[in-house]
T-cell receptor, first 118, second 112 residues
Framework: AQKVTQAQTEISVVEKEDVTLDCVYE???????LFWYKQPPSGELVFLIR??????QNEISGRYSWNFQKSTSSFNFTITASQVVDSAVYFC???????????????FGKGTKLSVKP | DAGVTQSPTHLIKTRGQQVTLRCSPK?????VSWYQQALGQGPQFIFQ???????QRGNFPDRFSGHQFPNYSSELNVNALLLGDSALYLC???????????FGSGTRLTVV
């Protein structure tokens, strides 16, 4: 069975601090995708990143970076120099991968609420 | 380019009633998935529609049903509402069964 665990329920930091959100997943699929989404109070899930199971390269996008380690089944997300606008709930998700690059439905973790205080 | 549009944004219903939620997918997308997000939880997959047929279904009772129209828009119907059905219902659209999902802002359903 597929499962995503986000052990941190809430994190509070002061602006400009670095913060890492943890994600651990379980799957028996050999091909799968991992995601991070941001959910501001408006409710919409904002896509941040998709990573396939064959690509363990870390990725950096501006102040965001992701560390994917298959050996520990983890896909952690780091925000550098956090800002108040980063305050939101962040979800890690997993889906099965199919031939041609399509994906199955998303299995979400319970989310981590990040509060960045000025 | 319009994103995913959901209506209504908020809804209050009485226990036992029926409700219909609507979703218009992002332009160019042909697949619609529905998710239920209870307060403080992650979204849970309800079902997915592609080519006007239900293609995948999560662990939800038959009270939850759906429909996809020829223009790819979709409806989610919930019968015999329970207090536990109170949640944010999110619609996600994608291309050909799932090549990246775009989510709408959701419909917040309150059952009293």
């Amino acid at each position: 069975a597929q499962k995503v665990t986000q052990a941190q329920t809430e994190i509070s930091v002061v602006e400009k601090e670095d913060v890492t959100l943890d994600c651990v997943y379980e799957t028996r699929d050999t091909t799968y995708y991992l995601f991070w989404y941001k959910q501001p109070p408006s409710g919409e899930l904002v896509f941040l990143i998709r990573r396939n199971s064959f690509d363990e390269q870390n990725e950096i996008s501006g102040r965001y970076s992701w560390n994917f380690q298959k050996s520990t089944s983890s896909f952690n997300f780091t925000i550098t120099a956090s800002q108040v606008v980063d305050s939101a709930v962040y979800f890690c998700a997993l889906s099965e991968g199919f031939r041609g690059g399509s994906q199955g439905n998303l299995i979400f973790g319970k989310g981590t609420k990040l509060s960045v205080k000025p | 380019d319009a994103g995913v549009t959901q209506s209504p944004t908020h809804l209050i219903k009485t226990r036992g009633q029926q409700v219909t939620l609507r979703c218009s997918p992002k332009s160019g997308h042909d697949t619609v998935s529905w998710y239920q997000q209870a307060l403080g939880q992650g979204p849970q997959f309800i079902f997915q529609y592609y080519e006007e047929e239900e293609r995948q279904r999560g662990n939800f009772p038959d009270r939850f049903s759906g429909h996809q129209f020829p223009n790819y828009s979709s409806e989610l119907n919930v019968n015999a509402l329970l207090l536990g059905d109170s949640a944010l219902y999110l619609c996600a659209s994608s291309l050909k069964g799932g090549h990246g999902y775009t989510f709408g802002s959701g419909t917040r359903l309150t059952v009293v």
